[in-house]
Structures are given as C-alpha cells and as structure tokens.
C-alpha cells in the first residue's frame, strides 16, 4: 500500500511535468500584430544586379500583403541588411537578424559564396530561411529541415539540363567551359562535366576560369580559341558573360554559346549589343519580361508604379520576378501556417507547397519533407536579331531532382 | 607566335587604361603628397558621365568628351579642395587626409547606385564593328582608339609639362614647395590644378573604359590595377606610370595566356611583389639622397 502510494504520487508528478518537458513551440519575432522578418543578400557588390531587384521585387510583395491587412491581422516587419557579396558581410548579417533583432524567419538574397561561408550559423540557429537566389547544391544538401530554396535553380540540376540541352539539341563533338572561379562558376562547371562525362561520355576540350570582377578575357578567349570549341558552355555572371560575347566577337572565337541563368538576362541584349547574336541562355522563367503576356504585363505595371523612379530600361528583370514569386510563397506558407504561428508550424507549411507560380510568372515551385528545392523545371531562349525568343525547350523535372537528392553527399 | 602577339596587343588595350589613371594618382601625388583613394570613383563618375550624355541624352561625341573633362575636373578639384581644407585649416594628419579620399569615393559610388542602380550600362561607342587583322593579330577599331586616345593624352600632358610656362610652375612645386613660393608660384593654384587634372585623367580613363568594360558603381576597383601600376613605374615618375600601366596590362595577359586563367588578376600582384622587392622604389623612381 506504502509503495503504492509513492507510486502513484511519482506518477502524478511526471504527469504535471509532461507540458514542460515537451520543447516550446518558437514564436520568436511573432508580436500581435506583426511578424518579424529578416531580409539579406548581396545589394552592393559584384551581385547587386541581382540582390536589389529580388530585394525589389520582394518589397513590392510584402507592401501588397501589407497593405491587404498583412498575414492573419499582422503586419510585416522587414528588417533588411547587405552582405556586401561578401562571406564575412553574409555572416555579419545573419548573425545580426538571428540574435540581435531576433526575426521570424529569413530571405536569403545572396550569392552562393556568401551563404555558403553562412550555412553553419543558419543551422546551429534553426531559424527558418528561404533562399531566393543561392544556387549552390550545398544549400539544401546536407538536408537541413529549415533551409529552403525556393526561385533559384539547383546548380547540380542546372549545370546536368545545360549538358543535356547541348548534348541533345546542339550535338557538337567539341565543348569548352569558361566559369566564373568562385563557388557559383566551379560549382556549375562541375556538374556540367559530370554530366557530360557519366552521360554522354564526351570530355570538354577546355575548362577555363576568371575571376568573378574580371573586366578583360582575351587571354580566356584566346585560350579557348586554340582548342577550336564548337559549343563554349557559360557559367558567369551577367558582366563578365556580356564581356565574353564582345571579346569572343572580337577575338574570332565563333563558338556557340550557351550560358547559366546568371548570365543571360533581359539586359543581357543591350550589353552585348550584335556580339550577342544566336547566344542561348538558361532562364527559369516560362515568359519572357519583355513578353505581352497578361500576367506579366500586369505585374510590370504595378513594379514600375512601385518604382516610378528607377530609370533603367532593363527592368523589371528576372531577379524582381523572383524575389516578388518567392516572397508570395513565403506568405502563402505563413497563412497556411495558421494565427497560432510557430516555426514549426511555419516550415511545415512550406513542405506542403505545391506547384506554386504565382500566375504562371515563373517554374512551378513545389517543396516535400525531404526535398526542400523548389525549382525542377526551365527552359531556354535565344538571342535573335537583338531580341530574345523562347526555344520551346523545357528541361528538368522532380524525378531528376529526386535522383539528385537520392545521391550520396 | 601569332597567339604571343595577340595577347600583347590585348595586353595593350587595357594597360593603356591602367596608365592613364595611373599617371592621375603620380601627378596628385607629386605635388600634394596625397594618394588619392578616390580615383577609382572618379573612373567610374567619368564612364557614367560619358553613358548619361552619349546613350541616355544622345548627345555628340565631343559633347560627351567635354562633359566628361568637365565632371573629371569638378571633381578632381573638389576632392582637391576637400583635402587642402584638412591639411591647412584642420591641421589633419595625412592619415585622416586619406580616409577623406575613401570617404569622398564612397560617397560617389552610392550616388551612382542611387541614380543609375546596380545593373551594368553599356556605352555603345565602336568606331566600326569589323576588326582589323594585322599580321594575324585581331584588334579592333575601338581598341586602336583606347590606345590612340591613351597616348595622344599622354603626349599633349608630357608637351604641357616640358614647354608650358604652367606646367612648368607645376613641375617646379612638385620639386620644392618653397622655393617655388619663393620664385612667386602660386602653390594653392598648383595644387588645385594638380587636383583637376588628375581627376580629368581618372574621368577620361572611365569614358575609355566604359565600352570594355561596361559601366557599374564597383567599376572604380580597376583603379587599384592603375595604383599597382604607378608603383612598379616608382610612385612619382610620369613616364614610369606609363611603362608600368602597358607592363601591368601585358603581364596580366601573358600570365593568363600561358601560366592560369584563373589567376589572372592575382598574378599581376603577384608581379608587383617581386618587382618591390629587386627595386623598391620602382623602375624609375630615384631614390633621393641628401647628402650631411
């Protein structure tokens, strides 16, 4: 009876204990009437081109939520910090939103370099982060059940559908590289090797490097030249990439030229001018921004009501769609995540989007518990007659992405 | 053999570039003492000036040219009159003096990130689109232009120094301050035109630069090449920033050629090391000597 007694009391105890020894549901940067949001990327420095227009194009989404009464009543507090295109900017800045200002939440806006040097923080912190410009494979392998990659494209992914485009559409018998020599470019360059290799059994005749501030690429060019290259495959930025087609142009190098996402943009065409002339380039965009179709009209006019004042003819470009696209699945996964909003809550939300694009602006985005990059699918344009005109092509799918993310690590 | 001359003459395009910003840093320092950490920026101002008044306003040619010396001078004379402004009446050390530069440049690379935003700018000046091929060597009408251009700038600065009654006064100040004083020169109106004349220099370089290059806020950090190349030319010798700008330029190619693409850039500094250290001051530097 005695030892019944104790029994039952002990019993009771861990009864009354159990809600404090199950983990606390995080509302950090959840306040009645608004949710704290951190915002960082690469908004000076050689990614700014890309940094400010998804920092644009994510204010555009956020003032829209904002001014329809926000996200269940409360409203959202963005709280924006530049990482210079730097790793050590990238950490600053993370570290800044994660434990000073204590956010809800991240949008990454950065390159791959910066955040890659930034993942061991994000981690550590659990706070949920969704990458909308970072291609780099490391983002999201390891699997790390906070970070998502939702508008930009898997460089592994990228780099395997630019071989298979080239490899099936183009079939030239001999392809060089020339890749940006930071993480961006090796990376990609990488994959594209990989897969020329284990698919089509062909080895570029020339991988050759530049530095990302690079301003002059004849001896790359010239280098490229003596391998006599059908197809010179692009894995750079926009300025270097426009550099290549006038020097190449110049230099009598008369290769193809097929190019990452980074590299051919709306203003890929007036930069180049004619050294541009039957370039094709990757873009996960299903419509072109100069296009008339509806949907892109309609979000063109209300960018530039929102910019009135920026006076460059190239926008809005590819990085403003992306960052207003992943900016409204951010708040679709915080409304489908309830009022009663936790992190938790809040990452499980985004692991059941599904084919989100936001009226067709771009790839459908879709994300699972165990594959958290959205993107599987782009396409290609070419540049002709200073124009730029869909291919028709469309690449990628979830079951290569699935294969990817089946693969050791 | 054909490849080698190639990469010269490429090499030669842009060390044109590096050696007329180059000769901007010497010709302020020189008379001023002062390393003038806004050069980058004023390349940059230039190269936006030449977009603003050529592409966005269609304006003529030598409107733009004008425009650009005009920008260059301004400015020159304004990052001029900001560091006098230190030295004399703050009694500022130098060190102070130079972070004014950096501030000065910070400021003028926001502006342009205010105004034209961060995406690339063409300024689509070519001289006719078909290269010239000499002796197998391709280069084009644009690229003979940079140089042209580079070195008729050169030419008329050397002219200006040697038989001018005002370059002369210049040269005579960079020499001794006091004496120069003495013998009635006007020292403030030889820094001020120091000043001016080096940002004319960095303005001019941006114009030359743009169409290569294309024009962004960060473009200014070529500058630092043209700083690399005044000190291997010996920090206060003209004509050793001009041997150092085309030396820095060609090295940079023939290292990229036939040594690494990938360090390029690196290689090139690199260079600079080893150079310091077989000649500290400098290919054309003497090394003063006073005698007690």
């Known amino acids: 009876m005695k030892h019944a007694k104790t029994f039952l009391t002990f019993l009771a105890l861990i009864w009354l204990a159990l809600p404090g020894l199950a983990p606390a549901a995080d509302r950090t940067g959840v306040a009645a009437d608004t949710i704290t949001i951190g915002m960082f990327g690469f908004y000076t420095g050689a990614g700014s081109f890309y940094g400010t227009g998804a920092r644009d194009g994510a204010m555009l989404a956020i003032n829209e939520i904002n001014g329809a009464g926000g996200v269940h009543g409360r409203k959202l507090k963005v709280i924006i910090e530049d990482d210079r295109s730097t790793p050590a900017g990238s950490i600053a800045a993370a570290r800044k939103l994660i434990y000073s200002d204590k956010v809800f939440a991240l949008i990454n806006q950065g390159g791959s370099n910066p955040l890659v040097a930034t993942l061991p923080i994000l981690k550590e912190s659990n706070v949920p982060v969704l990458g909308q410009m970072p291609s780099s494979p490391k983002v999201t392998r390891p699997f790390h059940r906070t970070i998502f990659r939702a508008a930009s494209f898997n460089d592994q992914l990228q780099g395997w559908l630019i071989a298979d485009f080239v490899m099936q559409h183009l079939k030239p018998s001999r392809v060089a590289i020339l890749a940006q020599s930071d993480e961006y470019g090796k990376v990609g360059a990488q994959y594209v090797i990989e897969r020329l290799q284990a698919q089509y059994k062909v080895a570029p005749v020339a991988v050759v490097e530049h530095d990302r501030d690079a301003t002059d690429l004849s001896a790359q060019v010239l280098k490229l030249k003596e391998t006599k290259p059908e197809v010179v495959i692009l894995y750079t930025y926009l300025r270097p990439g426009a550099i290549y087609l006038r020097q190449a142009k110049e230099l009598g190098l008369g290769a193809q030229v097929v190019g990452s996402v980074a590299a051919g943009q709306r203003v890929t065409v007036s930069l180049a001018g004619e050294n541009a002339e039957g370039a094709m380039f990757f873009t996960y965009l299903p419509i072109l921004e100069e296009s008339d179709n509806p949907a892109m009209v309609a979000f063109t006019k209300k960018w530039k009501a929102a910019y009135p004042n920026v006076i460059d003819p190239g926008r809005p470009a590819l990085p403003d769609i992306l960052g207003y696209v992943a900016t409204r699945l951010f708040a679709k996964a915080l409304e489908a995540a309830g009022k009663d909003l936790t992190r938790e809550g809040f990452v499980e939300a985004l692991e059941n989007v599904r084919e989100f694009s936001q009226d067709g602006l771009m790839m459908p985005i879709t994300f699972t518990s165990t594959n958290h990059d959205g993107m599987s699918q782009a396409t290609f344009f070419v540049i002709k007659g200073q124009q730029r005109q869909m291919t028709g092509v469309v690449v990628g799918g979830r079951k290569l992405l699935d294969e990817i993310n089946a693969m050791k690590q | ?292």
Do not use: C, H
């Open chain 2, 1 to 292: 053999m054909e490849l080698f001359l190639q990469q010269v003459v490429s090499g030669m395009v842009s060390g044109s570039i590096y050696a007329l910003i180059a000769i901007g840093y010497v010709i302020i320092y020189k008379a001023t003492d002062v390393v003038n950490f806004a050069q980058g920026d004023l390349v940059m101002a230039g190269a936006y000036t030449g977009i603003l008044t050529y592409s966005l306003l269609s304006l003529p040619f030598g409107v733009m040219v004008i425009a650009v010396v005009g920008v260059g001078a301004g400015l020159g004379l304004g990052v001029g009159g900001m560091v006098s402004l230190m030295l004399v009446r703050f009694q500022s050390s130098m060190v102070n003096t130079i972070i004014v530069t950096l501030a000065v440049g910070i400021v003028l690379n926001s502006t342009a990130m205010l105004i034209f935003g961060p995406n690339p700018y063409p300024l689509p000046i070519t001289f006719g689109k078909v290269p010239i091929s000499l002796w197998g060597v391709r280069i084009t009408p644009l690229s003979l232009v940079v140089i042209g251009f580079s070195a008729a700038v050169m030419v008329v600065l050397s002219g200006f120094f040697r038989f001018t009654r005002l370059g002369k006064a210049m040269r005579a100040t960079a020499q001794n301050r006091d004496a120069a004083a003495l013998m009635g020169i006007s020292v403030r109106k030889m820094f001020a035109l120091s000043w001016m004349i080096g940002g004319v220099l960095g303005a001019l370089g941006g114009m030359l630069l743009a169409p290569l290059i294309l024009a962004e806020p960060s473009m200014g950090i070529v500058a630092v090449k043209a700083f690399a190349a005044a000190i291997i030319g010996g920090f206060t010798s003209l004509p050793g920033a001009i041997i150092g700008g085309f030396v820095l330029g060609v090295l940079e190619n023939l290292a990229g050629g036939y040594m690494s693409t990938a360090f390029k850039d690196g290689i090139a500094y690199f260079a600079l090391g080893a150079i310091l250290l077989l000649k500290p001051t400098g290919f054309f530097e003497r090394r003063a000597v006073r005698r007690v």
